[in-house]
């Protein structure tokens, strides 16, 4: 098993690769730039509570991207085992 430490770690490695990635994403067209965004924003705001503050202001802003913000959980906690953390 990994330790808790570890895996905190490789929590915010992730989150901010899809941070890193979604931010490429807005400049190039093979990547789904807003998608990753999320995922990483998500992932970072089981650690960080400005993440989880900016998640809630970017929905509340955008309610159209509530469907693609369920989509990024479910994909970002299907990559974290399922733990219902997020």
């Not at 490429?24 to 960080?48: A, C, D």
């Amino acid at each position: 098993m990994i330790s808790k430490g570890l895996k905190r770690v490789l929590m915010l490695v992730v989150g901010w690769g899809f941070i890193v990635l979604g931010i490429l994403g807005l400049f190039l067209p093979i990547l789904q730039g807003i998608l990753f965004l999320l995922i990483g924003l998500i992932i970072l705001s089981t650690e960080y509570v400005w993440a989880h503050h900016l998640l809630g202001r970017v929905l509340a802003r955008f309610p159209r991207l509530r469907g693609l913000a369920d989509s990024a959980k479910t994909k970002a906690e299907k990559w974290m085992g399922g733990g219902g953390a997020i």
